[in-house]
């Protein structure tokens, strides 16, 4: 049963651009959402989280927004660059620390 | 500061062997967890320890067990292996019981 949906799987964004990655979860007792960036060969890294009680959250270039009563958030990735190249994971977990992850979505950012 | 460190980073074994993998998490760390990564797919959670004790289990088999010591290190465990085992197995850890969990870079595992 996947409880967390992603999408794209993929996305190609010219430098300087937008790029937008979008989730859905089921499991309304989901009480803390990170995005995580992985690297081939490394573990993934935490980008940035937000609880449900913030609609937004920025660091940087990178902005979380989220809808309670959508059930989804998305990632922004502002002024995309070609190091922010990576696979991103949208993840969500309930009290217990057990995240149920996304499927991923593979970032390629062209110069 | 040194992050979450696992060993070994990679290894090959044969089908019906079995592998113990090892963990040390971030110092003052308490909670270690296990996740499986197969290729192209996200992470899937397979245990989780606090102060020594599980704390939950994913919906893998018996096969699978691990453990947590006192200095709050790790192993996990997999016995018969089966080609469908080979994957990435990453362990993560957190202060305490919160969301904020920190990877390392896992151990590549595969099963001929």
């Known amino acids: 049963q996947q409880q967390v949906k992603q999408s794209p799987q993929s996305l190609i964004v010219q430098k300087g651009g937008i790029s937008i990655i979008n989730c859905a979860y089921e499991?309304?007792?989901?009480?803390?959402f990170p995005w995580y960036q992985q690297f081939p060969g490394k573990g993934p890294a935490l980008l940035i989280a937000i609880r449900p009680d913030v609609s937004e959250k920025k660091e940087g270039r990178f902005t979380i927004s989220f809808n309670k009563s959508a059930k989804q958030f998305s990632l922004h990735i502002m002024d995309s660059q070609p190091g922010d190249s990576a696979t991103y994971f949208c993840?969500?977990?309930?009290?217990?620390?057990?995240?149920?992850f996304g499927a991923g979505t593979i970032l390629r950012v062209k110069s | 500061d040194a992050g979450v460190t696992q060993s070994p980073t990679h290894l090959i074994k044969t089908r019906g062997q079995h592998v113990t993998l090892r963990c040390s998490p971030i110092?003052?760390?308490?909670?270690v967890s296990w996740y499986q990564q197969v290729l192209g797919q996200g992470p899937q959670f397979i245990f989780q320890y606090y102060e020594k004790e599980e704390r939950g289990r994913g919906n893998f088999p018996d096969r699978f067990s691990a453990r947590q010591f006192p200095n709050y290190s790790s192993e996990l465990n997999v016995n018969a292996l089966l080609l469908g085992d080979s994957a990435l197995y990453l362990c993560?850890?957190?202060?305490?019981?919160?969301?904020?969990?920190?990877f390392g870079e896992g151990s590549r595992l595969t099963v001929l």
């Open positions: 110092s003052g760390h308490k909670s």
């Open positions: 993840a969500a977990m309930e009290y217990g620390n057990k995240l149920v």
């Open positions: 499991n309304t007792a989901f009480d803390y």
């Open positions: 993560a850890s957190s202060p305490v019981l919160t969301g904020e969990l920190f």
